[in-house]
Every structure is written in structure tokens, then in C-alpha cells.
DNA sequence: AGCTAAGCGAGACGGTACGTCAAGTCTTGTG
DNA sequence: CACAAGACTTGACGTACCGTCTCGCTTAGCT
């Protein structure tokens, strides 16, 4: 309904910045609206005139702080198992460090909670990154290094989804180590066959 | 505080019902307790009396609700695939299930947002389930279908971190075919190596 | 500070009428300036460039309605009491009619709540028709119906105060009835003194 | 709805006794709940919870105040003249006192402004009242110093409202000698009819 | 005829207060 | 003394308007 060119900028930007950091002082559960307003200097009113709930402001403030998929590129030397090794390594790292994890689980728990976020997700962020590595696995295809009639999104489940697990639930630790030998045993899983 | 003995079971339980009949209702997100006490015909100050937090009560109601691991037996014909593959593709059509889909997102997010929540799980539900699971990896491991050294944590995640992922993010359907390639993937990766 | 001659007489009659239908449809209580602007189909600002409150908006709305003092003439048929019964009784059906009702109400209380529009409404409306009331009166002097010396204000408040008091406290009802014992009564005090 | 019996009599007098420091302060128009509640030390919704209205929170709070009818005795000489001069030269005085301008305005306002109020005050404040009054004058009556035969209601209205008017609308001081001049007026519209 | 300064409709903005909801605590009376 | 009931303070909700502030767009005068 609101006119998007007639938008303060500024206002926008301010309301982003508030809510990343109140995320990291307070958390998700104690993050409020008036908070928000608040801290950036805003009325309520302007938060729901641009958007429709909690989680979506939450949500963009994310996602307006991650680069992009533009920024994002996958390194490929042409030995997928040491390639795989150091991004696996670099995530876990991620997932570990505590600066890191309250506002990806926070956004995490967003998206699990509400579709059409999840959707948005999707298209924004997760879709085009996905791609990237869908992209560096067909590399290794071409390669011989990977069977070529892998189904790459089940691949990609297979690298992330377990870590992904550990960390959210938190059954286990997140250790180079564990990220390496999950590697390990999804790269056998994708193996060409054995040619005589 | 409060003296154990004394506990009103009848209220116990009508809390746990009328909070599993709300989370299916309304969802976790509009759960109130002032809500749960009016339905299940209990003062609040009963609740406060003896759960910590609301996720406690959720917690407790769906935890009351599986009949715990003693209920639980994994089928073991000796042919490791068909049993994983019958195991995953009835776990698959739980997740798919609307029914059950409400209330084990709804106590998923609850665990992943509260450690202590999230160790009580693994202590009572998870840990137990997870020693049947490798128990019967255990048993595949003597018949020669999966390799002694494989780490069995290791194991389970990847099994079940693929297919939680896609569910819980809905980044794909989750039919039985998938659960099947997974499955079969994941089988081998955990093959013991050829012997000459 | 705006400059009156490039006013938009438009605009102006826009905000008047609609000032008038919403006072009369919702009441004075639930009157907003954006209600008016929305309905006269005029900008905020153009309202707050005009006009220095809600108060002043609703009483020059009713003000323009009113055809002023000029409009006005009392009854003189050399019988003091003939007239101001008339008189009175037309009031008396004026602040029964409940299509007059709401709005004289708003006004008034708008009045007797902000003595800048009080002295604005006796500069404008109230004086100059008090001195059409008060020439009758002093018609009726000369005709010797009313004694020489009577207070004229005084005379004027007998006349309508308990008329406006019974009104606007709803304290009793305003018949034709009352009227006429009401002029009764008031002559009686007016009346000059017997002579020998 | 809410028990009556539960009421908490410290926070309804704390409510009260905020409202008409609040009204004397800042004046009816800038009178907020939020304002009444903070300065009560209370919730908004126990004042929501009691109240229907901010005016009948207002209402309350002067009722409260005043003694009520009780406590209000008429003199009674024998000499109705001096003892009706007496009441409206000291009704006059509080009308003139800036002290008690700001809350009787207020008061009335709201009275005009809410039929249900104004039966209510009709009821209990302003009906006993005026029984006493009407007990003097038929003790005026009895006394031969007023007709027999005169409506009290009329005669009520003839003393007090072209005060009451004057001093809502402000179209002239509040003198005692206008309150003299009043009663003398009044009485002799009343007075009975002289006997040969 | 072109320029410019104003008024104009529209509506976003920072705010205040609204009336509602639920949180967690406290009080009262019953079994 | 646990309990059902429910009043209490607190604080956030999402909405309605406030009065101010740009935005382009007429619409006069005044060069």
C-alpha cells in the first residue's frame, strides 16, 4: 500500500542497524518492536508500514548485512576433497564462533518457524549460493572426481545437513575434525564406480 | 519449592493435554498460558508451580506424549538397507504428515532455542533412541554391511541430518524415493572397505 | 503567515461541510482532523494553514451555517409576552430537535471549554443577537410592560439560562409548556412596580 | 464482570486521587489514562478493568471529593429573602475561584458531553441536592413568602441557571451583587399574589 | 510568455496515547 | 498447603491521530 519511492532511507537503515544489535544484546525473545523504534530513532508506525511482522524486519536486517551470493565464491583448485575440506572447516568455524551463532540461529529459527519467509530465503540467499556449489560439484563431475549421475541437491544435503543438525540441536561439537571426516564419507558416498 | 508429594496428578495431566491440543490448534507462537490454565480448568499458579518456562509445559507435553524408548524398536532382518530404508521412509512420512508436522516443529524450535531444554532431550528422548539407532548399526558392523572404524554419531547424522534439514528449512519435498537415496548414499559411505 | 488572498475558497467549504456531516455522524468526541481532510478531500496541512485547532475548524463550521445576526429579527407586536413565548418556544423546539441537538451541543461545549472561541462566538454571534434580544426588550420598556430599570443582561439570563441549564444537563424536558411558564414567570420579575 | 468484593480499595483511591491532581495540573483536555495510571502507581488495565471511560474515572474522582448530600444543610431563618442571598452569594464565590473553576468546568463538561453520566450525577449528587433546596422553598411557601402554587423545579432553574450560564459561557462576571439582583428577581416571580 | 513563489493533495515521518493481551506475582477462600 | 479463581503491576502489542515535514503539481501575479 505505501508508496516504496517515497521511503526514508535513512529511517530504513537505522531500523536495521537497531535490530542487529539488540538481536546480539538481548536475543530473539526479548527483541520488541518499540525496542527497535527506540533505539533507531523511529516511530512504530514506520516499522509496520514496511513490514509485516517481527521476524521479517529480523530477517532483512540478516539479510541486508550478508553480501550476497556476488560476494560468495567457492575455491577450486581441481581437487574437490581439499576444496570441500577448507569451505566444511570455514563453516564449522562459523558455527562455532560465538559472535556468529546468535544471529544465524535467530534467523535460522525465523525461517523454520515461518514459510513465507522461508521462501524468501530461498529465492534471495540459499537459492543463489546453493547454485554456486551445485556449480564447483558439477566441476568435479567433469573432473571424474564425483559420480555424474548424482543427484546434487541430495549431495548438498549430505555435506550440510548433518552439521547443520549438530549445530542447531546441539548433540555434538563442531570441530575441524568432524567437519573433515563428514567429507571423508559424503565423498565416498559420491564416487564414480570403480572402472575396470 | 514445592513439596512433590503433594502434586495434583489429575492437574499435571489436564495442563499437558489442554497444552498439546492448543499447540495443535493455534500453534506455538499463540500459546499463552493463561490460555493452557483456562482450558485445562487449573489456576496459573499452578503451572508457574511447577514448569520453568512455557517451553517447559510444551516440552513436557509432547515428552509425555512418545511413549518414550522403551516403546521404540528398530527392525533387524539382518539386511541393514532394507531395514534403514523401511526405518527412513516411515520417518520421512511422519515429517510429511501434517498432523504430526505441528507439534515436532513446534517442540524442534523450542529445543533449539533453550539449552537446557535441549540437553533435558537428549537426556530423556534422543540419547536413549540414538543408542537403539546404534545398536543396530552395531549389529551391521558384525555382519560386515558397514565398516568397524566408522564413528557412529558420525553415522546417524548423516542419515538423519539430510533429511531434518529439508524438512525443517522446506527446501524440498521429503518423499519416500528420497529417503531411499539417501539411504542407499549414505550406505555407501559407511561400506567396509573391498577386500582383495 | 500565509498569505489570505490566494486562499482556496474550495477548499475551505470542502473542510466546512465535511466538518459539519462528521460532527453530526460521529460526534464531536470522535471528530479527527484526518477524518476531515480525508472526507473534504484536502491535505492535513491545508486544515493546519487555516485553522489554529479542532475547536476553531467545528466552530467556524458552524459558524458559516448560521446566517448571522443579520438574518434575525425578533417578533414586535406591542405585546411582550405573545412574543417572547413564541420566541421561547421555538428554542425550546430547536433543542428538542435532535437533528440541532448534536451540533449546537458540540458547539457549546467547545465554547465553554476554550474562552478564546468564547470571546471569538460573543464577538460574532452571541452579542449581536443578544442586542436584537435587547431591543425588544427595551421596546417593551417604553410600552411600560417592563420596568424601567431593570438589568437587560440580567433579564436576557433569566430568560434562557434556566431554558439552557434544564437543556444542557438534560434535567428535565423542554416542552412548549415550559416555555411559556418560564416567560411567565421572568415577566413577573420584570414587571414594573404597581402605581397608586 | 470483574467481582466487585476483590476490589483492591487502595488503588481505586490512589486512581482517584491522581485524576484530580491530573485535572488541576494539566487541565481535562490533557488528561490521559496512561498519565492517571502512572501517577497512581497502578496498571492501565485496572483502571480499564473499573472505569468505563476517562470521564467516568473524572466523574468518580469529584464525587468522591464531594460530601455528598449529607453533609449539605440549607439555613433556614425564616427570612428566605436574606437566606437565598446567602447560598448564591457563596455558590457565586466558588463559581469565581479559580481553585474550584478548573474541576467544576470539567466536571459539568463531561456531564454535558455523557447522557449515562449525567443520570448518573442526576442520581446521586445533583437530585438529593436539590431535594434540600426544594425543602426550603416549601418552607418558603409555608411561610407565605412564595406562591403555593409554583412549580420547585421551575423555581430551582430560575435561581441557578442564568448563573450557571453566565459562568459556563462566560458572558459576564460572577459578582455578588449579580447574585443579589438574581434573587431578587427570582423571588419576585414567586411571590404570592397580593392578598386584599 | 516565462518565472517564481505560494497553496495545494498526498502521505511518510517521529511521536503519544489508545485499548487489549499476556506475563508473572499476589490474595482470597475452599477442600 | 495445594488448589481454582482472578485482581494486581508491568510492559508490549498493533492502531489511530497528532502536528511537522517533504514531495510534485497547479495556479496566480510579476516581470
Redesign the interface.
Known amino acids: 500500500m505505501p508508496d516504496p519511492t517515497r521511503r526514508n532511507e535513512h529511517s530504513r537503515q537505522a531500523v536495521l542497524q537497531a535490530t542487529r544489535e539488540l538481536v546480539a544484546e538481548v536475543g530473539?525473545?526479548k527483541l520488541t518492536i518499540e525496542g527497535i523504534a527506540a533505539r533507531a530513532g523511529v516511530g512504530k508506525q514506520t516499522i509496520y508500514r514496511w513490514w509485516r511482522s517481527k521476524g521479517a524486519v529480523v530477517f532483512d536486517s540478516f539479510l541486508a548485512l550478508s553480501e550476497g551470493p556476488d560476494g560468495m565464491a567457492l575455491p577450486d583448485t581441481g581437487d574437490i576433497e581439499a576444496d570441500l575440506k577448507a569451505v566444511m572447516r570455514e563453516t564449522a568455524a562459523e558455527f562455532s564462533d560465538p559472535v556468529f551463532e546468535k544471529p544465524i540461529?535467530t534467523l535460522?529459527?525465523e525461517?523454520?518457524?515461518d514459510?513465507d519467509l522461508?521462501a524468501l530465503?530461498?529465492g534471495k540467499l540459499?537459492g543463489p549460493v546453493d547454485e554456486i556449489k551445485k556449480d564447483r560439484l558439477r566441476s568435479a563431475q567433469r573432473a571424474g572426481q564425483i559420480a555424474e549421475d548424482?543427484?546434487l541437491?541430495?549431495a548438498l544435503?549430505?555435506l550440510?545437513?548433518?552439521?547443520?543438525?549438530?549445530w542447531?540441536?546441539?548433540?555434538?561439537p563442531i570441530t575441524p575434525e568432524?567437519a573433515e571426516?563428514?567429507v571423508d564419507?559424503?565423498l565416498?558416498?559420491?564416487?564414480p564406480p570403480a572402472t575396470p
Open positions: 530473539y525473545a540461529r535460522t529459527l525461517i523454520a518457524a514459510p522461508a530465503y530461498r540459499a548424482v543427484d541437491d541430495l544435503d549430505l550440510y545437513g548433518p552439521l547443520y543438525q549438530r542447531l540441536l546441539r548433540t555434538g568432524y571426516a563428514l564419507h559424503v565416498r558416498a559420491l564416487r
